[in-house]
């Protein structure tokens, strides 16, 4: 059985090709440029060569602050490319996976957000990752749509990467303390998106996040005391220090009630996948 995945030289995508390639599933590989998943000619060319039985979909535009000003180019790939596939898997009766993110909300609870509540973007890119996935499950109910937040990994740049070049080029780093959200693996996110791909039943909307919470400046304490460093070189800072265009929620903490169901694990706390993912990831700045 012929597993399609796109954006498969991303972050993510990298590993649900190595993973689902390790379970032993038949994967076709497809990057933007062999694959352009708003073009429906190109979808539907795909479909007809690899007759794909599994789609997932790790194809975004992640450029949070560029779609501020680009918001309809942003669109394009975040909502009418997942449109297109799920049009496509429906009538080829394939099955797909979706990614999407917290941004699909405001970031101003103080309790994690649950699967089914209120969507409130405040952000261009939240607008249109939300729009995706309306239109994903509008055109194929049966799809999964998996949001995550604070991804990380060994291919491509991230905020663990970026505080391990810090740690080498700087006396001391300063971190905001005044978002929380929960730093995830991109191989443990890639693992449960893999399990939806297999679990042809699971439906609808699922939040996939290491868990338990962190401050981003937690987060980079943790990632120098994992390096041998002292975590004191990290210094406090708030928002107010690193104005972005997009503004960054500052509670991106996301519940998972679904992974609670048969057949599903949630992810393990965020601090054991850092520990884990740490001497991988540090291998370049050594």
Known sequence: MTWLVTGATGMLGHEVV??????????????????DISHRDQVESAFQTLTPRVVVNCAAWTAVDDAEEREREAYRVNADGPRLLAETCARHGARLVHVSTDYVFSGDADVPYGEG???????????TKLAGEKAVLDALPSAAVVRTAWLYGAHGSN?????LRLMA???TVEVVDD????PTWAVDLADR???LGELGSAAGVFHATNSGKASWFELAQEIFRLSGTDPGRV?????EAFVRPAKRPAFSVLGHARWREPGLEPLRPW??????????LAKPFR
């Open 18 to 35: 190595a993973l689902a390639r390790g379970r032993g599933h038949d994967i076709a590989v497809r990057t933007r440029r062999d694959l």
């Open 117 to 127: 509540d209120p969507a409130e973007p405040r952000t261009a890119y939240g607008r």
């Open 159 to 163: 905020f663990v990467s970026t505080m």
């Open 169 to 171: 080029e700087r006396e």
């Open 179 to 182: 978002q929380f959200g929960q």
């Open 193 to 195: 998106l893999v399990t």
């Open 235 to 239: 210094r406090r800072t708030t928002s």
């Open 271 to 280: 601090r054991d996948a850092l520990r884990a993912a740490h001497p991988e």
